[in-house]
């Protein structure tokens, strides 16, 4: 890794009244972010060799043959006859030029020569235009087999993230795997189908010519294959060269990404203005790019010198083979028709090696991205929803649980020092109503996802009526909750599908009704141009966006038409306005009658009525009960309402009515 941007400034030119950028500040904070799993070194990988080079080509050819036959194992097997039978027809043509050149220059009068040349010309003149068909059938097939293996592949890749648990994209390293995987190895296996069909043709080609060579004179053969290995050896340097380059620059990549985000994505746009960032944004991002393209530069300079010495070094594996010719021409070891074939053999073969060390090359560089490919697969297959079930066969969680139990659960974020939830210890029952408070960052929303299944326990259990949901098909629990989230989803579809997508297929008019009035989404929808036709998205043309309270409204209308067994609500009215909040907590409490409700939130005016409040810190649980009790404790939870009492009386914040009268009734 290079000295990430240690030494660059910034050339920007603060233009009219914008602020200039603060030389040598990271923006980030980090010089670097830590170097991704996926990334880091494969075991043994200190030095570079050709047989490193070859040894990879197996496997490699192996994958990209194995996705191929996946995909069409017809068009897979035409391919290679195709390419077999191109390369055979070339070494074939190579032959039988052999024999006009023998006919030509034997010691005979001329036309008599020509004569005797002509069933091998024709031979020869047959072989190009076989060739040229042969040449078509080989696009033709590859052009039909490459679009489909790109597409299998894309598909593989889509899948398993379609199929990932939800924890898996909490994970940074898996996200950046995802995004090269599915990028750079799904392109380098389509690119290393027509290096393979190269290695085909030109291998048998190759193999023609050094056999054609070795049968007219032993010594030619190793001069041939010493340009071959020369030429090899600096592809493969220069193949390794290009890989440590793209690991060593993988984080300052990643950390050029993000910049390159903030600075020109619509959602960092406003603070971008109003903090007068844009002049820093570009000075940082022009300074990671700086360093990338020094390493860049210097990379390219070593490849070349690398492709410098492999031809020198091809360079005197030709003069030998030419030198070896002339001593065999001198001392008469050959005779003068045998090394005009030996010479045409020979051109024959340089040109052979080319195509074919480029194509073992280029598939040995395309192999460390398909690897990333396979590693993707791989992960993305292990993190599948559904495969951590305990017991192999996973059981069906109850679709209305009369009670959820959770038992020294403790919750770790992947990669996190510390777990976010520990030894928690709770009990729901069906219809009851908690609400989880607790400060910034003590575990509430992190509670909500352990316990409907989202997130699996990392150590304890959580049972539905006690079935562990550890052994429990996921699909079975999730479709038994409903989750608000406090910035729900903005899905690009029409406002109606906004709401109906919280479940797919039920056709339940007065739910969907109820639902909108209920969350006050109705108020949305009548100020949308189409009504609930609308395309919510910015991304079409006549989509519309909504505000942030608005979105939540749609989030909220989503949750009720699901009308599922267990409902977490997290902070689910912290975007709407006083009357909005009144209104959905309204409806709320009619839905929750039925229904085991989980309520996250600050407002603890809200809660109130709560069966049971639970107060966590620092992801324990640390007192729990109704209201009353819990203020007649004097603890934890009495601290946070009498902090917030206080505000709201000392008119730092605008005294919501419901709470004035909540007060006034204390
Ligand atoms: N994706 C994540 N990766 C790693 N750590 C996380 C992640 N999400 C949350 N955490 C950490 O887990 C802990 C609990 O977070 P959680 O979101 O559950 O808190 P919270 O009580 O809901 O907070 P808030 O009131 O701010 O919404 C925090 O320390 C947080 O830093």
Redesign the pocket.
């Known amino acids: 890794m290079g000295p990430a941007g240690s030494s660059t400034t910034s050339t920007a030119t603060p233009s009219g009244t914008a602020p200039s950028a603060v030389p040598g500040t990271t923006l980030i904070g980090v010089e670097n972010v830590a170097t991704p799993r996926w990334a880091r070194r494969r075991s043994g990988e200190t030095s570079v060799s050709l047989g490193k080079a070859l040894r990879s080509l197996p496997a490699a050819v192996a994958m990209v043959s194995r996705v191929a036959w996946r995909t069409s194992p017809r068009l897979t097997v035409l391919a290679g006859v195709v390419h077999v039978l191109s390369g055979c027809v070339t070494a074939f043509g190579l032959l039988a030029t052999a024999d006009v050149f023998s006919a030509l220059l034997r010691d005979e009068p001329t036309p008599d020569r020509l004569v005797q040349a002509l069933p091998a010309l024709a031979v020869v003149i047959g072989s190009f235009v076989v060739r040229a068909l042969l040449d078509t059938a080989v696009s033709a097939v590859e052009s039909s087999l490459r679009p489909r293996v790109t597409r299998a592949a894309n598909d593989e890749v889509t899948a398993v993230l379609v199929r990932a648990e939800l924890l898996a994209f ?1 994970d940074a390293d898996f996200r950046e795997l995802a995004r090269q995987g599915g990028r750079r190895g799904v392109r380098s296996l389509e690119t290393s189908l027509r290096y393979l069909a190269a290695l085909l043709s030109g291998g048998i080609s190759l193999v023609a010519a050094v056999v054609t060579v070795a049968v007219l004179n032993p010594w030619l053969a190793p001069a041939l294959l010493l340009a071959a290995f020369a030429n090899a050896w600096a592809a493969a340097r220069a193949s390794k060269m290009r890989y440590e380059h793209f690991l060593g620059s993988v984080t300052r990549n990643t950390r050029k990404g993000v910049v390159e985000e903030v600075a020109t994505e619509r959602d960092f746009a406003l603070e971008r203005h109003a903090l007068t960032l844009q002049e820093q944004l570009l000075a940082e991002h022009r300074r990671i790019s700086d360093s990338l393209v020094v390493d860049e530069i210097r990379m390219a300079h070593r490849t070349n010198l690398v492709g410098l010495v492999g031809r020198a070094l091809a360079g005197v594996g030709t003069g030998a083979a030419y030198l070896v010719l002339g001593l065999l021409l001198h001392t008469g070891a050959m005779e003068l028709a045998l090394a005009g074939t030996a010479v045409l053999a020979m051109r024959t073969g340089f040109s052979s090696l080319a195509s074919t060390t480029r194509a073992v090359n280029s598939l040995y560089e395309d192999s460390f991205y398909i690897d990333f490919y396979k590693k993707l697969l791989v992960e993305g297959a292990e993190r599948a929803q559904g495969r951590r079930v305990r017991g192999g066969s996973p059981t069906t969680a109850p679709a209305d649980p009369e009670l959820i139990t959770l038992d020294g659960v403790s919750f770790t ?1 992947p ?2 020092p510390k777990p ?1 939830l520990r030894d928690v210890d709770l009990t729901v029952a069906r219809g009851e109503v908690i609400a989880l408070v ?10 909500g996802k352990v316990l409907t299944g989202l997130y699996p326990a990392s150590s304890g259990a959580v049972r539905w009526d006690g079935v562990d949901l550890a052994e429990a098909d996921p699909t079975s629990v999730h479709s038994s909750i409903a989750v608000i989230a406090q910035d729900p989803a903005q899905w690009p579809m029409t406002a109606r599908n906004n709401v109906t997508v919280g479940r797919l297929g039920r056709d339940d008019e007065r739910a969907y009704e109820e639902a909108v009035v209920k969350s006050g989404a109705d108020e949305v929808l009548a100020t949308l141009p189409a009504g609930p036709d609308t395309v919510l998205s910015r991304q079409f043309n006549d989509g519309q966006d909504l505000s942030g309270g608005q979105w939540q409204r749609m989030g909220i209308a989503r949750g009720m038409f699901r009308d599922a067994a267990v409902l977490v609500a997290d ?1 689910p009215t912290a975007a709407l306005d006083a009357k909005a909040e009144a209104r959905v907590f309204e409806g709320l409490r009619e839905a929750t009658a039925s229904r085991t409700t989980i309520l ?1 939130t ?1 407002r603890l005016a809200n809660i109130r009525n709560a069966d049971r409040i639970v107060v ?1 810190d620092q ?1 324990r649980v640390v007192e729990q009960g109704t209201h009353e009790e819990l203020m007649a404790l004097r603890g934890h939870y009495h601290e946070l309402f009498e902090l917030q009492a206080s505000a709201y009386r000392g008119g730092l914040l605008a005294p919501a009515a419901e709470w004035t009268a909540e007060q006034t009734t204390e």
């Open positions: 909490e974020y990669g996190a976010a607790g400060e910034n960052g003590s575990g509430k929303t992190t509670l902070e996250v600050h966590l992801g």
